[in-house]
């Protein structure tokens, strides 16, 4: 089945603190993940991505995590700043094999930073 | 980088008319497009695939006469929500792939639509 829009859940996180956030993806047979940064009335930002056969990418402040058993994706962002609050969001891609195949997107996750 | 320029950004019209969305890629050839429409606090749900010169390709449940899709050239894509009803009001957005870099793919800004 597809990944479907649920209710947003929301991490809070102070200020300088690490924060993680958690992505469930459904199809198997997925191997590209991108994770995005959407701010209020805005489009999807890339913020950075995976395949399916490595299990851990890091990137300026950020690290996303892999893990294909459980079919979980993770995303890291190390001293989180005021300006990284916004909802972020997973998407999935089976196969990156050219510019016609579509990405699913996860459920999202909004992230509050706290001063 | 690769940009997708979107427009109008808010477009409010009233009930039984007619809104025309343009996404365009400004500095990339785009074979492929990607019709998205959001409502508040929930994920992007994929309405449809726009490829130029052929139809659209349409998610299961996405009405293709309700949002009719124009891919007329390499570098635009429109979405026209027709006869447009207060439950169409919704956040649309697009999306193009340039490349494999930075996951290749590019959104638009996203138009907030109105019905009223």
């Known amino acids: 089945g597809e990944s479907v829009g649920l209710h947003l859940p929301t991490l809070s996180v102070q200020e300088g603190d690490n924060s993680i956030i958690n992505c469930a993806y459904s199809n198997s047979a997925s191997d590209y993940f991108i994770w995005y940064k959407q701010e209020s009335g805005k489009g999807p930002q890339f913020i950075i991505d995976?395949?399916?056969?490595?299990d851990k990418r890091q990137g300026q402040r950020v690290t996303v995590l892999l893990n294909k058993t459980v079919k979980h994706l993770s995303l890291q962002i190390a001293a989180t700043q005021p300006g990284d609050s916004a909802v972020y969001f997973c998407?999935?891609?089976?196969?990156?094999?050219?510019?016609?195949?579509?990405?699913?997107f996860g459920t999202g996750t909004r992230l509050q930073v706290t001063l | 980088g690769a940009v997708v320029s979107q427009h109008p950004s808010r477009v409010i019209c009233k009930s039984g008319t007619s809104v025309k969305i343009e996404c365009r890629s400004l500095d990339f050839q785009a074979t492929t497009m990607f019709w998205y429409r959001q409502f508040p606090k929930k994920s992007l749900m994929l309405m449809a695939t726009s490829n130029e010169g052929s139809k659209a390709t349409y998610e299961q449940g996405v009405e293709k006469d309700k949002f009719l899709i124009n891919h007329a050239s390499l570098t635009l894509s429109t979405l026209t929500v027709t006869s447009a009803h207060p439950e169409d009001s919704s956040f649309y957005i697009c999306?193009?792939?340039?490349?494999?870099?930075?996951?290749?793919?590019?959104f638009g800004s996203g138009t907030r639509l109105t019905v009223v």
């Open positions: 995976i395949r399916s056969n490595m």
């Open positions: 999306s193009a792939r340039a490349g494999r870099g930075r996951g290749g793919y590019t």
């Open positions: 998407a999935e891609n089976m196969g990156d094999t050219g510019t016609a195949s579509k990405l699913t």
